[in-house]
């Protein structure tokens, strides 16, 4: 039934669906429910390289960078601008005192070019 009409769906039941019911609806299975299924099902989605753990963490990482960077520059005063909106990258602390903005640019400084970790 649809919530805004009050009809049943229009949509033809799925020839594989036990319940007879649309794609939309609950016709399709519910998915693979042991640890080989579901492994398989993973291996199975691997599409290409170009999105793999090592560049996620860059991605996150660099991200948090931002966000630091982007609160320095305000405890600094070289900025006037308005904050980024939106959810913070994770790990992420604020940097709120001059303090804080002298150990973070320390912190970053000695980090900056150690490896990343390796795939698991």
Do not use: F
């Amino acid at each position: 039934m649809s919530k805004n009409t009050r009809e049943q769906c229009r949509k033809p039941a799925l020839k594989v669906s036990k319940t007879q019911k649309c794609g939309h609806h609950g016709g399709r299975g519910s998915g693979p429910k042991t640890a080989a299924g579901r492994a398989r099902i993973g291996a199975a989605h691997w599409v290409h390289g170009n999105e793999t753990k090592k560049r996620r963490l860059e991605r996150a990482m660099g991200a948090l960078r931002l966000a630091s960077i982007e609160d320095v520059m305000h405890v600094l005063r070289m900025t006037e601008a308005a904050r980024s909106r939106g959810r913070k990258p994770c790990g992420y602390r604020p940097i709120r005192t001059l303090k804080e903005a002298m150990q973070w640019v320390v912190e970053d400084a000695l980090n900056r070019h150690k490896p990343l970790p390796e795939d698991r």
